[in-house]
């Protein structure tokens, strides 16, 4: 067990200085716009920081995670893809655990870091405060807007 960790640790370290390394700064930054983007979103929709109400509300719980995989999808299989090409390039094999962890480094992490405090700087610069996952159900319904509870989320209904 400690050579796999070894070389597992080994191998991540190689990777900084081995061909394909522009990936490493291209792919966070993919997957930082999609952060932003969806930060903005919830800031503009009222709702709660992203990863806050995924840690303490289970009832949203599920579609926050769904919303979410929905933006990194990509960014996360390319960098499984571009992992295992870099590995067949300089390890002539491939090693399925090492490319998970690269692609969470690379797409979930960031992702994770960026969401909720996008939404909170962006709610606050609009005045508004962003609700809680406790409250967020005790908000009363306006004309205009639908609470969603599967999603946890206060949405406007343009319709209406």
Known sequence: MDEILARIWENLGG?????????????PLMVSFFAIR????????????????VLSDPQSRSGLLRDGWKDITKVFTM???????????????VYLLESLIVAMVLAIIPYLMLRGPVTRIVGATMGRRPQTAGNLM????????????????IESDPRR
């Open 38 to 53: 969806a930060g903005i979103q919830d800031a503009r929709a009222g709702r709660p920081a992203f990863f806050w109400t």
């Open 15 to 27: 990777r900084l200085g081995g061909p394909m390394k522009l990936r490493l700064l291209i792919q």
């Open 138 to 153: 005790d908000v009363p319904a306006s004309r205009d807007t639908h609470i969603s509870k599967s999603a946890g989320y």
């Open 79 to 93: 960098a499984v893809v571009m992992d295992v090409v870099y590995q067949l390039i300089v390890e002539r094999w």
